[in-house]
């Protein structure tokens, strides 16, 4: 069997046969989509995506406080999602990392996130 995902990550190839992400799946790949995109990063929008330079690459004690109240608006203005069980940072300074958790309520969905999910760690700076 061979499976292909495309890196957008919401259409799955498997055989030859193009599957799109629905439900859980599909909501989690919205919010990595977002979670991954830097702001400025889209040339047709510079104000979308995450401000990863401005609030936590590009400062030199960053405020988890700051930090979370933006990717809980980024949850929050992600398509899908209705409300916010959960949202925890954990700083690992030593690995120059931060883990993010969360669980959200969607429309056909709840996604949980935990710190040792690769997808949802960032580097944070020294």
């Known amino acids: 069997m061979i ?3 495309i890196p957008a990550g919401d259409i799955e190839i498997r055989n030859g046969k193009t599957r799109l992400a629905s439900g859980s799946e599909y909501l989690r790949l919205k919010i990595l989509a977002r979670h991954r995109m830097w ?18 690459l590009g400062v030199k004690s960053p405020d988890l406080e700051v930090i979370r109240a933006a990717y809980r608006r980024m949850l929050l203005t992600t398509p899908g999602v209705l409300s916010i069980v959960g949202l925890t940072l954990t ?5 120059r990392n931060l883990g993010i958790s969360f669980e959200v ?4 969905a709840r996604i949980i996130v935990s710190p040792d999910d690769d997808a949802f760690v960032i580097p944070v700076p020294e």
């Open 91 to 95: 700083p690992d300074y030593p690995n």
């Open 105 to 108: 309520i969607g429309t056909d």
């Open 39 to 56: 702001k400025g990063e889209w040339f047709r929008d510079l104000r979308e995506g995450f401000p990863w330079r401005e609030i936590v």
């Open 3 to 5: 499976v292909q995902v």
